[in-house]
């Protein structure tokens, strides 16, 4: 059977979160298992296009279904550093390629955009004519055209000081448009249930992605809060449970964290399975259950395909577990908690993780950072995973960022794994809370 042409597709970027954008485009990449190529060198943070190469435009198109970091793909038909030299490669294209539009029967629009400088309408209906020698033969229909071209202009990174002409041009046909759209459907304004640390939804659904979260899987959240990272896993179609050191937090009790409700209790419908309701997403929920990861409720069986999470850096919630020493006959029954330090958290979520994941199952959790160069070997390890990404992603306050960190399990769990882990006594992260709230 004669192998199928690949040819070039563009990916349009999202100008947010550019240090997640490329990790994402590659889990997606490997969750559905399609034979899209790119060059790495290609990709810079700075600049929203990526070209792709692929077999089929169905390939690029399930990528875009995906992502919420990808605004659109294309299918890439010509490109030029001008004008010129833009006209120069449509001319040249072999017919096959806009045969299928220069029959009549068509309708069409091209649309013009652009990176780093803003366009005035006469520019852009300039632009648009300047295409005329292309052989459309279809009726242009604005609103609800059979088929989208767009002429990109890319002006390079400085937009405070954009060039007079633009660096590249590409002319493509729009195949699909990201998951953006979902960044409002899982607003955090709109959901009933909120805590003080909800975690936002597109963070969470790169999460999810980083995650390889498919229909059927079974995600676990063990700082689950008010859920926000479960929501994200189901939308995926993972079934979800998540476990909390807080008894009001999992009984949606307290006083909300709505600043609009400042002071008032929360009502009967604040809670995780609520949350799950309001977005057709119940039948994904299974439980939320109170447990304490020092001390974790589970059986070690290696159950679970994902864990994600975010834990506490004790900025707007406390860093506590429950002591395990209390001894004496008054102390018995009772559940004291006491302070715990960010490496400890993190060396607990490995070892739970260790023993919890599936091989090949992954952990993706965020780990918060001060100081001048984050060193990989600060990230906390375990024999049993494996170091799959880290994605900075900076904060606004003291120099601060977090790095989102995937893990994989490469190797099943036996205790004697852990024969040579020592607990870190003082790792770059304990002093976190310090630094962050330091006067400069
Ligand atoms: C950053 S918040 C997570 C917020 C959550 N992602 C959300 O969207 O609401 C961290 C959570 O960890 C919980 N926590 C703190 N110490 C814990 C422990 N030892 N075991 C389990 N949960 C703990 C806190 O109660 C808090 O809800």
Request: proline content about 5%; hydrophobic content about 35%.
């Amino acid at each position: 059977m004669a192998a199928r042409l690949r040819r070039q597709f563009l990916c349009l970027f999202a100008q947010e979160h550019t240090d997640l954008r490329l990790q994402e485009l590659k889990s997606i990449i490997s969750i559905l298992n399609v034979n899209v190529t790119f060059n790495e060198a290609d990709y810079t943070n700075k600049s929203p296009f990526l070209v792709l190469s692929a077999s089929s435009d169905e390939e690029v198109q399930s990528i875009a279904r995906r992502s919420v970091l990808i605004k659109s793909v294309y299918q890439l038909i010509g490109r030029g550093n001008c004008y010129d030299s833009l006209k120069t490669c449509l001319m040249g294209l072999p017919t096959h390629v806009m045969e299928p539009y220069s029959k009549p029967g068509y309708t069409f629009c091209v649309r013009v955009k652009s990176f780093n400088k803003k366009l005035n309408t006469s520019y852009m209906i300039n632009a648009i004519e300047w295409l005329s020698f292309l052989p459309f033969a279809g009726k242009v229909n604005l609103s609800e055209p059979m088929h989208e071209f767009h002429l990109l202009e890319d002006y390079g990174e400085r937009q405070d000081k954009p060039p007079e002409h633009p660096k590249q041009i590409f002319f493509c046909k729009l195949l699909s448009i990201g998951q953006r759209h979902l960044i409002s459907t899982y607003s955090l304004r709109t959901r009933q249930f909120i805590g003080n640390t909800s975690m936002d939804p597109l963070l969470s659904l790169v999460m999810a992605n980083m995650a390889q979260v498919s229909p059927g899987k079974l995600v676990y959240d063990p700082f689950a809060g008010s859920g926000s990272i479960l929501i994200a896993c189901a939308h995926y179609g993972g079934y979800v449970l998540g476990s909390d050191i807080d008894w009001t937090i999992i009984h949606g009790r307290g006083k909300s964290s709505r600043s609009s409700s400042a002071g008032k209790w929360r009502g009967r419908h604040e809670s995780v399975r609520n949350n799950l309701s309001q977005y057709s997403l119940e039948h994904q929920y299974i439980d939320m259950m109170v447990s304490d990861v020092s001390n974790s409720v589970w059986r070690e069986k290696e159950i679970i395909d994902a864990i994600v999470t975010d834990p506490p850096y004790g900025i707007r919630e406390g860093l506590r577990c429950i002591d395990d020493t209390l001894t004496s006959k008054e102390e018995e029954g009772q559940l004291k908690e006491i302070k715990y330090n960010l490496s400890a958290v993190i060396f607990d979520l490995l070892k739970l993780s260790a023993r919890l994941l599936v091989k090949g199952g992954r952990l993706v959790y965020w780990l918060p950072f001060i100081g001048d160069k984050f060193d990989p070997s600060y990230i906390p390890k375990h024999p049993s995973l494996s170091l799959v990404s880290m994605s900075e992603q900076c904060l606004s306050q003291n120099f601060a960022s977090r790095w989102l960190i995937t893990m994989e399990k490469t190797l099943q769990f036996n205790s004697s794994l852990e024969k040579d882990l020592v607990h870190p006594d003082l790792t770059p992260f304990d002093d976190f809370r310090e630094k962050y709230f330091q006067k400069k």
